[in-house]
């Protein structure tokens, strides 16, 4: 009897907790977005019209989430889901997408971005402001459709969103134009999309996955490619305790200074996807040694 009394009052608690989330969200469209850079995007098109949760908790890097019962309720019942893709990234956020009956909106696959067969996938799309517009104007199509009277809002809103990447993309290519260097060494190696952009070159020593160690031979590559000239004389360590402690380490025994590149793969609360970015640029300015 207690196996089945447990199902029961999971199921029921799982019910409640959607209740709660349809009461909160007052009538607005029920966005659930995978990660932060695509609530960012929702939230910003959405305006007080619809009710964004993010599925990523706070603290925990995209690719680590696991949902609850709630969540994956939650997803069934939304208006509109906005996640990565079928790209392996978010294994069990992709699982649960299957059950949503709402509009579910498949980024990688709305940009046309291919998926390689074998082989890590680079999610780090929105590490391009370039994307992120393009993001942004996927979601407003898909909200108008979600909720057609409020379409003028939302046109309206991914127009000054639009602007805003815009602009940081203005920045990045000038602000990056006649550096002394051009390719620049990165603890966790998802700043690809972003290197592409605006013609600079990353070497990574822990990979796309940053959950190992670095190997031995990653950082004998890196330090020959600083010593040498090729890549900028710093190391740039993801924005974690982790990174920080990985990227320290790895520049102290170079000689050369840390510096910090936020992914945003968690909420960066206090802080935005806008102010991330710009700080971001900072420190490829500072470490690239640009505009001397």
């Not at 989430?65 to 990565?84: K, S, Y």
């Not at 979600?146 to 993309?169: I, K």
Request: glycine share 8%.
């Amino acid at each position: 009897m207690r196996p089945t009394r447990t199902i029961v009052i999971g199921i029921v608690l799982s019910i409640l907790a959607s209740a709660c989330a349809g009461s909160s969200s007052g009538g607005r469209v029920r966005v659930f977005a995978a990660l932060y850079p695509l609530s960012w995007a929702a939230e910003q098109v959405g305006g007080d019209r619809v009710y964004v949760q993010n599925l990523t908790p706070p603290g925990v890097e995209a690719h680590e989430t696991t949902l609850t019962a709630a969540q994956r309720a939650d997803i069934q019942t939304a208006d509109v889901v906005v996640f990565l893709g079928d790209v392996g990234f978010q294994p069990d956020v992709e699982h649960a997408i299957g059950d949503a009956r709402g509009k579910v909106v498949d980024v990688v696959s709305e940009l046309h971005i291919p998926v390689p067969p074998s082989g890590p996938f680079d999610p780090h799309i929105w590490l391009d402001p370039g994307y992120m517009e393009r993001v942004v104007r996927i979601l407003a199509r898909a909200l108008s459709a979600a909720d057609p009277s409020g379409r003028a809002g939302y046109e309206a809103r991914e127009a000054a969103t639009v602007r805003q990447l815009a602009a940081l993309d203005s920045a990045f290519r000038s602000e990056l134009r006649g550096c002394s260097f051009t390719s620049f060494v990165a603890t966790h190696e998802a700043f690809g999309y972003l290197a592409r952009a605006y013609g600079l070159h990353q070497i990574g020593i822990e990979g796309l996955a940053p959950e190992s160690e670095p190997s031995a031979a990653s950082i004998q590559a890196a330090t020959l490619a600083i010593r040498a000239g090729r890549a900028a004389p710093a190391i740039f360590y993801e924005s974690t305790d982790e990174g920080r402690r990985i990227g320290e380490s790895v520049a102290a025994d170079i000689g050369v200074p840390a510096l910090p590149l936020g992914t945003l793969e968690s909420d960066p609360a206090p802080q935005d996807y806008l102010s991330v970015m710009r700080a971001d640029l900072a420190s490829l300015e500072k470490g690239l040694r640009c505009n001397p």
